[in-house]
């Protein structure tokens, strides 16, 4: 173990026994590390992971013959139950994403750069001149019940979305591109204008403008098909809570749902009307396993694959002889928000008050940036498999990640300076800075809840900052219960002056639906004339021009590095521990794992154990 770690473990240590002593005792909640909530549908331009650099393979390599059928048992990683919205229109946060991936109802496949082809259930034809685009399903497709799919099941995500009485979180910037959406939402009209059904299996939609976003799911384009049949007839404020979202959802996908015991467990069977053909498998169970315990029922042979593994755990499962550990670069990045406004729900809008929040500083902002040792928690924890992010844009997306921005490195020296400039200083001497007026300065953070590691870095966090002067306190007392924590996030709870998140991007790294003046998820509550417009012109007809929409995206990176509204902490490598009895599995972005389920098999009848 080399000198800076343990230097920081030291640390950490006295650190915990200030905090424990500043609990009165109160028992931590546990909560998993995943901290995105939703998957953002967006775009890239080179995707394979496929290079001589690789960590990790990509693929299982079994060549061992194939039981008939078996079950694929999967842990999901989560210390507490999974919400269980099984809607892509109105689920909020990656777990429910994941666990609707085994009985997908996506209409679109898209190749290694993540552009849409016409391979999958539907097609896109792309008409830019007259801002329209064609979508079309094949014939002959049925949902898992049975009943054929038609071109309603695909205008109907529209009508839900664009809803006066939807209720979930994307009826956005991206939304509003659609011609009548705006109208139907404000109940002026019946139906969205835009949506004009040619036959029973083709839509055409109009579009206000569009941009190479369209041919990645993005000017609001909407890649999942509803059924119809099912549905149609249900109250959209009633449906999140219908028994056709929680229980027995139809789907496309290579599996359905067979049973689901609530926040604990969903077992899939096998779909035998999946239009590429019936799965090999028999099915598959998920089931919730806490953080604590993973290590040991992978190496005991309890699972198959492993979703969410923590890379704060690596050590203990990387010389298990049961498994092979696949891994990439994760769509992702986490960040630490400042709340610089509020959102105006009656208005729609982001309301931006730097002159009247507590974080309305940007220097404090950037300070705040600079005083943490985020690589020094990507070593020691996370044994480099988290390395400190400079953009808010993924690596992987080449041609749009500008990798010349300098980022937020380590520096406290830099920190005190910018603090000294701005005004906070330290008045009464007891080693905290005032406010630029004298008064006492509390700034209080939220963050997720996680594994005993999770504490520790949180912990160390708040010393980073403690040692530049500032007083970084917890929301609520204590690391706050993943889903408790977006609705405070979301509800910009005055407890909350700055959080600690991250997103899952998906395949489209554009910021729309993100950092618009018009998201819900802009959880900064920050907007300026050029971010606005730059957030505009990425997804504008100008960017078909890949010089100019990689410019604005330069231009939108260098804002928010200025501005520091949010500063991006990490990149990182997602893992996926899979047992050897799992074949034809693969991760690589080039052959994604969610076009192919219905292709893995097993090579035994129990999962392999550890010798």
Known sequence: ????????????????????????????????????????????????????????????????????????????????????????????????????????????????NFMITDEGIASLEVDQENNKAVVKIREGIKWSDGEPLTIEDVILPYHIIGHKDYTGVRYDTEFQN??????????????????????????????????????????????????????????????????????????LGAFKIDKIVPGESVSFVRNENYWKGAAKLDGVVVEVVPSSSISVAIGSGEYDL???????????????????????????????????????????????????????????RQAMGYALDIEQVSEVFYNNLRERANSLIPPVFEAFYDSELDGYTYDPEKAKSLLEEAGYVDVDGDGLREDPNGKPLEIKLAAMASDSTQEEIIAFYLQNWADVGLNVTLSTGRLIEFNAFYDMVEADDPEIDVFMGAWGTGTNPSPAGLYGEADQFNFSRYTSDILESTVKAIDSPDAFDTQYRAEQFKIFQQHIEEVATTIPMQFRYEI????????????????????????????????????
């Open 576 to 611: 996926f521990p899979v047992n050897k009895r799992v074949k034809n599995f693969s991760v690589d972005y080039a052959n994604e794992f969610k076009d192919h389920l219905h292709e893995i098999e097993l090579s035994a009848e129990k999962p392999v154990s550890s010798k």
């Open 178 to 251: 659609i011609i009548g959406a705006e109208e139907y939402h404000a109940g002026k009209a019946e139906t969205i204008s835009g949506l004009k059904k040619i036959d029973d299996y083709t839509l055409e939609i109009s579009f206000k403008q569009l941009s190479p976003a369209v041919n990645y799911s993005g000017n609001g384009l909407w890649a999942y098909a509803t059924p119809a049949h099912q549905i149609a007839d249900i109250p959209i404020d009633e449906l999140v809570e219908s028994d056709a979202v929680r229980k027995n959802p139809v789907t």
């Open 306 to 364: 492993v979703q969410y593994f923590n890379a704060t755990k690596m050590q203990e499962i990387q010389d298990l002889d049961n498994i092979t550990i696949l891994g990439r670069p994760e769509l992702y990045y986490s960040y630490v928000g400042f709340k610089v406004g509020k959102l105006d729900t009656k208005q729609g809008k982001v309301i931006t008050d730097l002159k009247g929040s507590k974080m309305g500083s940007q220097e404090l």
């Open 1 to 112: 173990m080399n000198k800076t770690k343990w230097s920081l473990i030291a640390l950490l240590i006295s650190v915990l026994l200030i905090l424990a002593a500043c609990k009165d005792n109160k028992e931590e909640q546990t909560v998993e590390e995943k901290e995105e909530t939703i998957e953002v549908s967006s775009e890239g331009t080179k995707g394979t992971t496929e290079n001589s650099e690789a960590l990790f393979d990509l693929a299982v390599a079994n060549e061992a013959d194939a039981i008939e059928g078996g079950t694929l048992k999967v842990a999901m990683v989560k210390d507490e139950p999974f919400q269980g919205v099984f809607s892509w229109e109105l689920y909020e946060d990656g777990y429910d994403a994941d666990l609707m991936e085994w009985m997908t109802n996506a209409l679109f496949d898209v190749d290694e």
